[in-house]
């Protein structure tokens, strides 16, 4: 186990979603530390309430009870501006179907979350050329992302995800929609950044390969922790493919 402080807690987390009468309880007694350039991975079967756990600790979505606090702020107390301009100063995201926006090129879209921090334009090309040049995308800078490969939006994703040095990037399905080659060139290039910029990195994942990736493994079935693991290097995993 990580001997920095908890970049992220949880505490009796609990989330039901209205049916009629009878609520649907997604997640209850959720209680997790996170810690500071960690690789957390949470896993489980669809319908686990894996995703439901990530939009909650993202913000997206407000806890029935408990409580959720990042780098010191209990954000299920914030308000939703509070909450955007949070999550606009502290996180990123990798989404399983990229999101990048159409009209603009792979520069574009990883600088944009520089201006909204107010970065000057020659700063933002500047540190966005940096990142896919580390993402081995120097030669398709200008291109649109109608004109790349899955992987190849992935890594513009990877990149947009970092270029502001959240302290917690979220990746939901990071490798949902790539195939195994792609996928394990994602999995390489989250891992290089959360080592390199000491990031937090929360994704979920029903992926055995994706776990692999992983510092803390968090396994969720039917909306409770079922199992904690800190695989070190030489400590097989057994996991399956759900």
């Known amino acids: 186990m990580s001997s920095h402080p908890p970049m992220i807690e949880v505490r009796s987390l609990r989330k ?71 999550r606009q100063q502290n996180t990123g995201f990798i989404f399983q179907s990229y999101n990048l926006l159409p009209a603009l090129n792979a520069l574009e879209n990883v600088a944009m979350p520089l201006m909204f921090k107010g970065v000057s334009k020659s700063k933002r090309e500047y540190v966005a050329k940096g990142l896919l040049k580390m993402v081995g995308l120097e030669n398709r800078m200008n291109h649109y992302p109608s004109q790349m490969s899955g992987g190849q939006q992935q890594r513009v994703g990877i990149a947009r995800a970092f270029v502001t040095k959240p302290y917690v990037i979220f990746a939901d399905e990071p490798t949902g929609n790539l195939d195994s080659k792609s996928s394990l060139e994602a999995l390489e290039m989250i891992r290089t950044f959360s080592r390199r910029f000491n990031q937090t990195v929360v994704m979920v994942s029903h992926s055995a390969m994706a776990a692999r990736y992983a510092d803390h493994i968090v396994t969720i079935e039917d909306g409770r922790i079922i199992k904690e693991e800190f695989p070190s290097k030489d400590q097989p995993l057994n996991l399956v493919e759900i």
């Open 16 to 86: 039901e979603y209205p049916v009629e009468d009878d609520p649907v309880v997604a997640l209850d007694h959720i209680d997790l530390n996170i810690a500071q350039g960690e690789i957390c991975c949470i896993f489980g079967p669809s319908g686990s309430g894996k995703s439901t756990l990530l939009n909650l600790l993202a913000g997206l979505e407000k806890p029935t009870r408990g409580g959720i606090r990042i780098h010191g702020v209990v954000i299920n107390q914030l308000n939703e501006s509070e909450l955007a301009l949070f």
